[in-house]
């Protein structure tokens, strides 16, 4: 049986450091932190209006990020 350090730590795409996403400005950081201020008011109140709003939001968000992304990716191959 194979033994594996207990200091080793799974890094996934949500746990990378904005070091490591250049495309996550501090414009879209602010977003994602009020997007997690929906969520929370949404898991203390159960309301359905806050749950749309939090899902509004999200999908706003993840647009923002896919298209900073995208623009990002596309510049860096462009540059040479």
Known sequence: SKS???S????TKSRLTTSEKPYITKFI???IN???KLYHLYKITKSYEDLLNFNKYRNYVRTLIRNSKENYTYNMLNEN
């Open 29 to 31: 950081l602010d977003r």
């Open 4 to 6: 594996y350090s207990n």
């Open 8 to 11: 080793l730590v799974k890094l």
């Open 34 to 36: 009020k997007k997690n």
